[in-house]
T-cell receptor
Framework: GQSLEQPSEVTAVEGAIVQINCTYQ??????LSWYQQHDGGAPTFLSY????GLEETGRFSSFLSRSDSYGYLLLQELQMKDSASYFC?????????FGKGTRLHILP | EAGVTQFPSHSVIEKGQTVTLRCDPI?????LYWYRRVMGKEIKFLLH????????ESGMPNNRFLAERTGGTYSTLKVQPAELEDSGVYFC??????????????FGPGTRLTVT
């Protein structure tokens, strides 16, 4: 079967760095994406990794290791507005699969 | 550029009734997706259109759900008859390209469906 695993919740302090991990098991692999969703809002695209390595977009970075079927989202200089749910999503042979999301709590 | 829009934003219906959700993708986006999120659970894929054709409808839960995309523009998702377990937030998303640029999808605000 196909599955994605990510922690259900993570807590960090404002100004700190946090890493959200995602491991996947899919039939075929065409890339790992990350989305952010605030309460009551729509998921918004953050980043994409099609190849191994690190992709950086401002305070956010995303990493992929295809050999380990693993990726992570790194958020730096955390701000209160970063409090949200973060979803990893993988494109396999059949379709796009989303993880169950990681709820990020930020403490002042 | 206008984003993905969905209508209605909320819908409350009784079990056994019919509801039709509408999605207008970003102009020029060939790919259109429907997803559902039940409270606290994952965003679950329902189906994927490429223009007016159903590319993948493997996520559709059963034959009470019917999706159409006439003319390759907007799409509708009809639930008939609705059941209690159909409650959730239905998201529509779109992306450019026809060769699989699925990774950058733009989501609509969702339709919150409550079946009582």
């Amino acid at each position: 079967g196909q599955s994605l695993e990510q922690p259900s919740e993570v807590t960090a302090v404002e100004g700190a760095i946090v890493q959200i991990n995602c491991t996947y098991q899919t039939s075929g692999f065409y890339g790992l994406s990350w989305y952010q969703q605030h309460d009551g809002g729509a998921p918004t695209f953050l980043s994409y990794n099609g190849l191994d390595g690190l992709e950086e977009t401002g305070r956010f970075s995303s990493f992929l290791s295809r050999s380990d079927s693993y990726g992570y989202l790194l958020l730096q200089e955390l701000q209160m507005k970063d409090s949200a749910s973060y979803f990893c999503a993988v494109r396999g042979d059949d379709k796009i699969i989303f993880g169950k999301g990681t709820r990020l709590h930020i403490l002042p | 550029e206008a984003g993905v829009t969905q209508f209605p934003s909320h819908s409350v219906i009784e079990k056994g009734q019919t509801v039709t959700l509408r999605c207008d993708p970003i102009s020029g986006h060939d790919n259109l997706y429907w997803y559902r999120r039940v409270m606290g659970k994952e965003i679950k894929f329902l189906l994927h259109f490429v223009k007016e054709s159903k590319q993948d409808e493997s996520g559709m839960p059963n034959n009470r759900f019917l999706a159409e995309r006439t003319g390759g523009t907007y799409s509708t998702l009809k639930v008939q008859p609705a059941e209690l377990e159909d409650s959730g937030v239905y998201f529509c998303a779109s992306s450019q390209g026809t060769s699989g640029t699925h990774y950058e999808q733009y989501f609509g605000p969702g339709t919150r469906l409550t079946v009582t």
